[in-house]
């Protein structure tokens, strides 16, 4: 594991057993509370990220699904979680079976950890850190927005190369793509870290594409 400190407050913690991908964990420390956001393969990982916030107040964020994004909650079971509804919809359908299907990549506790708070179209975590709904990877993709450094967390939504799209509806991941387009913030991705303005556009282009060649 790498930690990488992007701002005071906030620590990439950046996994690479998941071969062939780095996965980014990201922590932010605002106020006297810790946001998580994403917990990787599980509860064994997220040891290094407890030890550090040893003791303080912790508010775990599933961007989506995945199992390479929520397993790790195990470690984390009496905090607030808070995920998109469709997320929790979703584990509670398919959860068991995922813990089972990628049992290979997972280390520590596994438990199919829901989340015990959800929201449909945004959700304000304090004065400067809300989530918003982003469909387009997946049905229930959200990101995070840190209005006081001027940056957005974009989970899978964005990545080099072009995003796998399991929800296939390329009009509603453009309408994604142009809102992060619109954000004219910083962003950074679970699986590529620091996405250029070129990927993003790439990703338009994509998207664009597909949808008018379906029209
Ligand atoms: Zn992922």
Not at 13 to 31: A, G, H, K, W
Request: contains cysteine; glycine residues 4%.
């Amino acid at each position: 594991m790498k930690k990488i400190a992007l701002y005071a407050d906030t620590t990439i913690y950046q996994f690479d057993e998941l071969v062939p991908y780095i996965t980014n964990v990201i922590v932010i420390e605002r106020d006297h509370i810790a946001y998580v956001f994403d917990t990787f393969c599980g509860s064994e990982y997220m040891q290094c990220i407890l030890e550090d916030l040893c003791g303080k107040e912790i508010q775990v964020i599933f961007s989506h699904h995945d199992f390479d994004h929520v397993f790790g909650a195990a470690a984390f079971e009496e905090c607030k979680i808070i995920a998109h509804q469709k997320c929790c919809e979703w584990l509670k359908q398919y959860g068991q079976k995922q813990l089972k299907d990628q049992k290979q990549w997972l280390k520590g506790k596994e438990v199919n950890v829901l989340p015990n708070c959800t929201f449909e179209d945004e959700y304000v975590l304090c004065d400067t850190l809300k989530l918003v709904y982003t469909p387009g990877h997946t049905e229930d993709c959200i990101t995070l927005i840190d209005l006081l450094h001027g940056c957005a967390y974009v989970g899978d939504n964005v990545e080099e190369p072009i995003c796998e799209m399991t929800l296939h509806n390329p009009q509603v991941y453009l309408k994604t793509i142009e809102f992060y387009q619109s954000l004219k913030m910083r962003l950074i991705g679970a699986h590529t870290t620091f996405i250029e303005e070129d990927l993003l556009q790439k990703h338009h282009d994509y998207f664009y594409q597909m949808l008018n060649e379906e029209c």
